[in-house]
């Protein structure tokens, strides 16, 4: 178990009020990632005060009898899109249905995405983000900030954001292209910048540009329906972002966060890269590890478009269990939901146009459930590893451990009592999401919270739902979380150790010569001595990608002629000279 100390969690008494005084819960098993303990825990003033055998009890203490029962930190959803403007709509879980949803399943806190329009001021979004979350959440939250358009302006809020506002955490959009999309170059800068700023960027990995042609080829075909939304994006597209994403990002050591890994192929890139040293981490959802793509071929239009999202859901059936395999091994590292709920109203949108399905399923509630179901209860994972992957590595990667994620002296008391044999099957009838359906409909879950925490208020007392809107505080997020960049510290050092130029005596010949006559060009390259060199390599002045840069007189570095001497008609001979320092490039 992971020493367990005093911490000082940051909420106040008066953040505490409302929540009841004092509560003992005895009897249970405590589950922590690193291991489990019989222990009693005494709560008080929403921390957890103690824990042990024999804790010598206050008068006017409620006692939770959790015998037979497993102890374990309350979950964490680091991905939700509560009342999300979107595709012309809004999703309709807001941040108090969401969250007392969320409540109802074991989680008791959530992060959310705060997503800017195009142009618009991050910190006007993240205000208003706050101002819709702050007088309804149940429980706990966080925000993360989406970067949806780049400029100095962008690259100053980001600091603001983390210097001031407590995110540490950015997402950038590698689809919805014209939407929310960024470039690749633009990419590489805010990975550089999250970098400096010691925040972690995460990316929805799918590459717009190709969906954005496919989808027009799927619909010219005649696909009007869900199935053109998997036909237009399948995984090879989520495939190549993924690890394009991780190349940008390990060209700055930028820790970078995969969300929502649908595929195999995507869920394989990431444990590749992980394997060769790069800090990435990868986030299935309860829906790509429960779920599958067959649902987009259903002959109910309705059934179909609820599963839309993106990344869609795989085809292949075998693909929640392969992910499941590779999150309880370590390939992949948490699991979300990427909540993002709209009626069947709200999905009719895009009855005649799969373009115009707006994007996202549910999840908030069942997460817990289904993942203990098809991850424990299926014999993939154990409790400490459910622990880590709902809970604790989350806590971890965006620097809220250990006030959220573990049981532990000193932190927050966001505790469920978890009742490992119960079992439940969900419904759209019965579950606590504002929409009207479920993307696990008839799925019997083992595993169901008989009592669930927030900061030591009872919220699920015995089963029943006790949630209070806005009793949930906003939770600032500290950067350079030292899970995600203590061991980028090593790699960093290796880097600047390995940017060491060359020490050459330096080059006093004539590097290359160059003849021009009006209609063709032709060069002649020498070495020193005036001798053409045996092979082409090296021999000819390049600009590093093999470009042939004799011809060009001024350059812009780019290749592109911008002098007189490309456009001379005259015959003429350029020399070009080593440039100072002794560098050799023949091109600078
Ligand atoms: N995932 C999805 O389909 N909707 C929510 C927005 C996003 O995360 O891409
Ligand atoms: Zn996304
Ligand atoms: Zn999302």
């Not at 929403?46 to 939770?64: D, S, V, Y």
């Not at 949806?148 to 962008?154: D, Y």
């Not at 990435?280 to 790509?288: M, N, R, T």
Request: hydrophobic letters at 35%.
């Amino acid at each position: 178990m992971a020493s367990r100390q005093h911490i000082n969690t940051g909420r106040s008494q008066s953040q505490s009020q409302g929540s009841e005084n004092r509560l003992f819960i005895k009897g249970g098993k405590i589950v922590n990632a690193d291991g489990t303990e019989d222990a009693d825990i005494l709560i008080e003033e929403g921390i957890i005060k103690e824990i042990g055998k024999n804790i010598t009890l206050p008068g006017g203490i409620r006692t939770i009898d959790a015998g037979g029962k497993l102890i374990i930190p309350g979950g964490i959803d680091p991905h939700t899109h509560l009342q999300l403007p979107f595709m012309g709509t809004k999703s309709v879980d807001d941040f108090y249905i969401g969250t007392k949803a969320a409540i109802a399943g074991g989680t008791t806190m959530i992060i959310d995405f705060v997503i800017p329009e195009k142009r618009e001021s991050l910190h006007d979004a993240y205000k208003k983000w706050r101002g819709w979350a702050d007088k309804k959440v149940c429980c706990d939250y966080s925000l993360h900030v989406a970067v949806t358009w780049w400029s100095p302006e962008v690259k100053e809020e980001m600091e603001n954001l983390v210097r001031c506002q407590g995110v540490n955490s950015f997402k950038m959009f590698m689809a919805y292209k014209d939407v929310l999309m960024v470039k690749d170059h633009e990419l590489y800068e805010i990975f550089e910048h999250c970098k400096k700023l010691g925040a972690i960027a995460q990316v929805h990995a799918e590459n717009g540009d190709i969906i954005a042609e496919n989808s027009k080829r799927v619909f010219s075909a005649g696909i009007t329906g869900p199935e053109g939304h998997e036909l237009s994006r399948p995984e090879d597209v989520e495939a190549e972002a993924t690890h394009r994403a991780c190349v940008l990002a390990s060209q700055v050591n930028c820790p970078l966060y995969v969300v929502h890994v649908m595929s195999k192929s995507a869920a394989n890139v990431i444990a590749a890269k992980r394997q060769e040293g790069c800090v990435v981490f990868g986030e299935p959802i309860a829906a790509s590890l429960a779920t599958d793509g067959t649902n987009y071929w259903n002959q109910c239009w309705r059934h179909a478009a609820a599963h839309v999202l993106s990344p869609p859901l795989r085809p292949d059936p075998t693909t929640p269990g392969y992910l499941m395999d590779l999150l309880a091994q370590d390939d992949l590292q948490l699991t979300a939901t990427d909540n993002c709920t709209f009626t069947h109203e709200q999905k009719k949108m895009g009855c005649r146009d799969f373009r115009k399905i707006p994007n996202g399923v549910n999840g908030l509630e069942d997460r817990m459930s289904v993942i203990w179901e098809k991850g424990v209860h299926e014999g993939k994972m154990d409790a400490s590893r459910f622990v880590a992957v709902t809970s604790t590595t989350a806590a971890k990667i965006f620097n809220l451990y250990p006030k959220k994620g573990v049981i532990a002296v000193g932190s927050d008391a966001d505790i469920v009592v978890w009742d490992p044999e119960k079992t439940r099957t969900i419904s759209a009838k019965t579950h606590h999401h504002a929409t009207d359906s479920n993307i696990f409909e008839g799925m019997t879950c083992h595993g169901v919270p008989d009592y669930v925490i927030c900061n030591g208020r009872v919220c699920v007392d015995q089963g029943q739902l006790k949630a209070v809107q806005g009793f949930g505080k906003f939770v600032s997020r500290k950067p350079f979380a030292p899970f995600v960049y203590d061991s980028l510290k090593e790699k960093d050092e290796k880097k600047k150790a390995s940017m060491i130029p060359v020490q050459r005596s330096g080059f006093d010949g004539e590097m290359v010569s160059k003849t021009t006559t009006s209609k063709q060009s032709q060069h002649s390259t020498t070495n020193g001595d005036g001798n053409k060199p045996s092979n082409g390599e090296g021999s000819q002045a390049t600009n590093g990608s093999g470009e042939d840069q004799t011809n060009v007189g001024r350059s812009n570095g780019s290749g592109i002629p911008t002098g007189p001497d490309s456009s001379s008609n005259s015959r003429s001979t350029v020399k070009l000279h080593a440039p100072p320092g002794g560098h050799s490039s023949g091109f600078w």
